[in-house]
């Protein structure tokens, strides 16, 4: 099949054997794939990963031996394959599994490719009539429910920085759960589209301290400080960034304020599948580019640098042969 | 009067203006006061600060123009002077006012002096009976009951990192608070004192992600990514040590992890008085060296490396002239 293969820091599209299905597991016919900051860092060196990156998809089963009857249904994916046998797991936690997988992520190839393999427990069926426009972003819309079962948000003043791809998700997701929401960036383009509807927005505002939660979806290491500035004393700072490598911080901040510091990363499906399918988020308008395989390259810089910076989704659509 | 000064990163003894009673405030002769960690952060150039550090003491009321008949009192005090006017301070967090001065480390003189002032709601009597050498650790036993008020430990499995002044505090309490405490440290002689009581400890072992809650007491920058190595996923992080400057560090396992990160500062003298009353602490014997004022250099010295690892407490004697 034809795959996206990083290597040594090198995108590129060439030849790699299919994955073959193993007890449990199925194979997916990938239909498109969403580029995340995430496949940006790990191009820049993030987790070591080798491989084919790519953990936003909807695609269809097409092979699945130990569930013959679900060959042919559309599916998103969880991204984490857990062991399902170790205490973390048996304890409720598979997502946290220290023997996991990671589609795209860690030892398993991902979504940036004609096919790829979960096991069936991580497959969930896109509801009929939902676009694959939409139901491509069940994944990153999942990571934003991730918070609110995390933080109570309802009723509280939120603010969101990073009015990027998984920010704006985040601040659309937090709204619908009951926060006071405000969203600050760096680029008046995507902070507009939250204004117009009705989301205050902040650009370059001094920070005050009077946020009672603050969503550092900057994907930047400078993010988390300036996270830390606008929360109240006792406020809590959700980290959604990751980032390759070190960068200068100071923690001292977080014990002077006694802030709590709660990491947030892969969330639930079933809210993310039922608030697209109610129309209650339309992430789709933020698609910017389409690109074949052949072009991940080109998919990537334009995640990177938008030419449309309100628009700054990236897709891979695999044309099958 | 005599005090020990901190300008420009030099610490000596010299004469300074005493200080004056302004209305709501006490001074009190200091009797005893006791070197910090956070103390030789100070001299690191930790916050800036310049003038008489010192947050630790037990002394005497010397004059109180509003409260006459406390006059004479022995006391320690909370080290936090807050305005009491703010909405922090009218909603329940006068140790985060964003107006606060902090005795010895933020706009307000401290305890290796003769005198020092602090507002008369900040000193608490000394129970009859109490010697002067455990007094003078209520500061320090109180930040440590700030972790339990903030993080549930009863029965569950927690790590203290670092066997310092303020780990070995930290780890006693909340054994006390019944918590299955571990230690790990570097040196075995503070660790020796520990397991004497029976408390657990660890020397270079291998971090395993088993523990709860872990306590990063250790004072050095570094101390927070080892108690993210060690904590189980989904677990807490609580966060004692502050430095000068920043330090290269990555928050990725926070969010891979799903930790939560508490900061912790200065905590309630109620329960830390009361357990040094009853004898369920005696942090006394970790006392190593008594110093003069004019020998406020050797007393840092003596804190930064004791002769005597297992007693790594440094205090300062005030002899009234």
């Given at each position: 099949m034809r795959a996206a293969v990083l290597r040594g820091g090198?995108?590129?599209?060439?030849?790699?054997?299919?994955?073959?299905?193993?007890?449990?597991?199925?194979?997916?016919?990938?239909?498109?794939?969403?580029?995340c900051e995430t496949d940006l860092q790990l191009a820049a060196g993030y987790m070591g990963f080798q491989?084919?990156?790519?953990?936003?998809?909807?695609?269809?089963?097409?092979?699945?031996?130990?569930?013959?009857?679900?060959?042919?249904?559309?599916?998103?994916?969880?991204?984490?394959?857990?062991?399902?046998?170790?205490?973390?797991?048996?304890?409720?936690?598979?997502?946290?599994?220290?023997?996991?997988?990671?589609?795209?992520?860690?030892?398993?190839?991902?979504?940036?490719?004609?096919?790829?393999?979960?096991?069936?427990?991580?497959?969930?069926?896109?509801?009929?009539?939902?676009?694959?426009?939409?139901?491509?972003?069940?994944?990153?819309?999942?990571?934003?429910?991730?918070?609110p079962s995390q933080v109570e948000v309802s009723g509280r003043r939120v603010l969101v920085l990073g009015a990027g791809r998984l920010g704006a998700l985040c601040a659309r997701v937090l709204r619908l759960c009951g926060a006071d929401v405000t969203v600050a960036g760096r680029r008046p383009e995507p902070l507009a589209l939250l204004a117009a509807d009705g989301v205050p927005t902040l650009v370059a505002a001094a920070p005050d301290r009077s946020f009672d939660v603050v969503v550092d979806a900057t994907g930047s290491p400078q993010g988390f400080a300036t996270a830390c500035r606008w929360a109240r004393p006792r406020g809590t700072v959700v980290l959604k960034t990751t980032c390759a490598g070190d960068a200068p911080m100071n923690l001292a901040p977080v014990v002077i304020d006694e802030l709590t510091v709660v990491g947030s990363r892969c969330g639930p499906f079933g809210p993310a599948i039922a608030t697209l399918a109610s129309g209650g988020l339309a992430p789709e308008t933020t698609i910017g580019g389409r690109f074949s395989l052949e072009r991940i390259a080109d998919a990537f810089a334009y995640a990177r640098a938008p030419s449309d910076p309100a628009r700054r989704k990236a897709l891979i659509e695999i044309v099958l042969a």
């Open positions: 090198v995108l590129q599209a060439e030849e790699r054997p299919a994955p073959r299905p193993v007890p449990g597991e199925a194979v997916i016919d990938v239909l498109l794939a969403g580029v491989g084919v990156p790519g953990h936003e998809f909807v695609g269809r089963i097409a092979v699945a031996p130990d569930a013959p009857a679900r060959v042919g249904e559309l599916v998103v994916g969880e991204i984490n394959a857990a062991c399902g046998a170790c205490a973390t797991c048996t304890g409720g936690l598979p997502r946290h599994c220290a023997r996991r997988t990671v589609l795209g992520i860690l030892g398993r190839d991902g979504a940036f490719a004609e096919q790829l393999a979960l096991p069936l427990a991580n497959l969930h069926a896109v509801p009929p009539g939902m676009a694959l426009d939409r139901a491509v972003f069940v994944e990153p819309v999942a990571a934003a429910f991730e918070i």
